[in-house]
């Protein structure tokens, strides 16, 4: 069956610090991944996917994220982290032979200090 | 741009009540998920609807039912509510249905069960 993990519960970075969340899939197939966030008592904002192609891909407010399928990992990462960066982060994949509905990992919260 | 509407935003009920939640997908997205998200957890898959028919289903208890209708507006009608049923129910709308294209999350409704 499908599955996403996302080992880090919890992480505290510095203002203008680099980032990177991480975040491990089981799936058969090639995987549809996504990355969400979102802010507390707010909805899930898609921050970016990868489908195919590139495995290097750019999101919006300056993240991207890397997709290894040599060791099922998809992290995202920011080069510099701002205080309004404050969220949880979600990792999903897509089970496309299954009406294309998403399984989530357990989610990362982020906090920054200032 | 237009989004994923929910009603209502918050809503409280007493056990053993009944609810009814709404969800208006993007124009022209004709599939449209329906998740739970519990305090602190990640968003679990209820179910899916692509052209007015259910296109996959995932843990929705049975007291759970829901439908899509010919404005691809969908309902998630909850009977006999128990506390546990506390919740946030997110609405999601896709353009393409059973691909796990990306899929655009309405702002949700909080559930409280008294």
């Known amino acids: 069956a499908q599955s996403v993990t996302q080992p880090d519960i919890h992480i505290t970075v510095s203002e203008g610090a680099s980032l990177e969340l991480r975040c491990n899939y089981s799936y058969g197939a090639t995987p549809y991944l996504f990355w969400y966030v979102q802010s507390p008592g707010q909805g899930l904002q898609l921050l970016l996917k990868y489908f195919s192609g590139d495995t290097l891909v750019q999101g919006i407010k300056g993240f991207e994220a890397e997709f290894k399928r040599s060791q099922s990992s998809f992290n995202l990462r920011k080069p510099s982290v701002h205080w309004s960066d404050a969220a949880e982060y979600f990792c999903?994949?897509?089970?496309?032979?299954?009406?294309?509905?998403?399984?989530f990992g357990q989610g990362t919260e982020l906090s920054v200090k200032p | 741009a237009a989004g994923v509407i929910q009603s209502p935003r918050h809503l409280i009920k007493e056990k053993r009540e009944t609810a009814t939640l709404k969800c208006y997908p993007i124009p022209r997205h004709d599939t449209v998920y329906w998740y739970q998200q519990g305090p602190g957890q990640d968003p679990q898959f209820l179910i899916s609807?692509?052209?007015?028919?259910?296109?996959d289903k995932g843990s929705i208890p049975d007291r759970f039912s829901a439908q899509q209708f010919s404005d691809y507006h969908s309902e998630l009608n909850m009977s006999s509510l128990e506390l546990g049923d506390s919740a946030l129910y997110f609405c999601?709308?896709?353009?393409?249905?059973?691909?796990?294209?990306?899929?655009?999350f309405g702002p949700g409704t909080r559930l409280t069960v008294t």
């Open positions: 609807f692509y052209e007015k028919m259910q296109s």
């Open positions: 999903a994949v897509g089970a496309n032979n299954q009406g294309g509905k998403l399984i």
């Open positions: 999601a709308s896709s353009p393409i249905a059973g691909v796990s294209y990306e899929q655009y």
